[in-house]
């Protein structure tokens, strides 16, 4: 059975926005820093209205900052 | 660490030690026959203690903005909460079969051992709790987005 699997350029969007810290993307965004490491890290999927704010910060749209493939 | 990693973990070890001090004050009364008052009252201010600490661990923010909670904190705390409910279930069924077999089908036990048990098992929950949100936070993977 394929597996879904979400990635993200959160950490390479931080770096290009004047070396954005996690703390202040999660304060922007209205969530713990944990929070962002593990979508960095892949082991959260956030929510729908949170990957909306977090492409807002950014100033991109969703699909710039998450993609969504399938793999074995 | 975040406000929920900093509760469970004083909750898990507020839970501990209350644990082990009322196994220790009940093997001293039942089994070794000992009056352990002041051993009791300085057990229960070590819980208080223990507690006031915790709570100022807790409360303390890391900075100003600091968020409380969000939504994974809220989806680890679901699952948690499903695993010590799990736990409960578990832990009742094994007593009552383990009773069962101690003192037979038609036998019964006192109303304080009952309370105890319930006690006992109380505890244990939340400290299966507190356990889970500390072993999601670390290995879990979560997806929330499937979820809906």
Request: hydrophobic letters at 50%; one cysteine or more.
């Amino acid at each position: 059975m394929p597996e879904n699997e979400l990635s993200n350029s959160v950490r390479r969007l931080r770096f290009e926005n004047g070396q954005m810290t996690q703390q202040d993307l999660a304060d922007k965004v209205g969530v713990t820093r944990q929070t962002i490491i593990a979508v960095e890290q892949g082991k959260y999927s956030p929510s729908l209205p949170l990957a909306f704010r977090i492409a807002k910060v950014f100033g991109a749209t969703i699909e710039q900052v998450f993609q969504y493939g399938e793999s074995k | 660490m975040n406000r929920t990693q900093k509760e469970a973990m004083c909750s898990l070890i507020f839970f501990t030690v209350t644990l082990v001090f009322v196994v220790l004050i009940l093997a001293a009364r039942l089994i070794f026959k000992k009056d352990v008052v002041y051993i009791t009252y300085f057990m229960l201010a070590t819980i208080a203690i223990t507690n006031v600490l915790g709570l100022l661990y807790v409360l303390r923010k890391q900075s100003p903005r600091e968020v409380i909670t969000d939504e994974r904190d809220k989806l680890i705390k679901l699952k948690a909460l499903f695993a010590s409910f799990v736990s409960v279930m578990i832990s009742l069924a094994m007593m009552l079969v383990i009773l069962s077999i101690i003192l037979g089908i038609g036998g019964s036990i006192g109303v304080w051992l009952l309370t105890l048990i319930l006690f006992v098992i109380s505890i244990a929950a939340s400290m299966v709790y507190s356990a889970a949100v500390l072993i999601l936070y670390l290995f879990g993977k979560d997806n929330a987005g499937e979820r809906t």
